[in-house]
């Protein structure tokens, strides 16, 4: 059982800035990636960024430059920095960990945090 605790998600107005953590706990031996999706009403769920143990990074091509993700492989949290908010960031955000204990791998995905940005 992984338990995910996500934080940060709020309200900010066009260009302000938000910081998105993810604590992972539980049956962990390694942490292989560790990412944030979002979900906008009336879209399909998609992939932000994530970042593997090694720390390769990837990035949808709409937050390209404006955000940056990292992770504490000490704490087992990844932070997602989200500097130039526009309104098509509105989404709920969620966190997601592939894992591996001592007998298998899994995928884990927190509850949600919403983000809107708006005037």
């Known amino acids: 059982q992984v338990r995910l605790v996500e934080s940060g998600g709020g309200l900010v107005q066009p260009g302000g800035s938000l910081r998105l953590s993810c604590a992972a706990s539980g049956s962990i031996f390694k942490i292989n990636i560790m990412g944030w999706y979002r979900q906008a009403p009336g879209k399909e769920r998609e992939l932000v960024a994530d970042?593997?143990?090694?720390?390769?990074?990837r990035y949808a091509d709409s937050v390209k430059d404006r955000f940056t993700i990292s992770r504490d492989n000490v704490k087992n949290t990844v932070h997602l920095q989200m500097n130039s908010l526009k309104p098509e960031d509105t989404a709920v955000y969620y966190c997601?960990?592939?894992?591996?204990?001592?007998?298998?791998?899994?995928?884990?995905w927190g509850q949600g945090t919403q983000v809107t940005v708006s005037p």
């Open positions: 997601y960990v592939d894992s591996t204990n001592a007998f298998r791998r899994f995928d884990s």
């Open positions: 970042i593997s143990s090694g720390s390769n990074t």
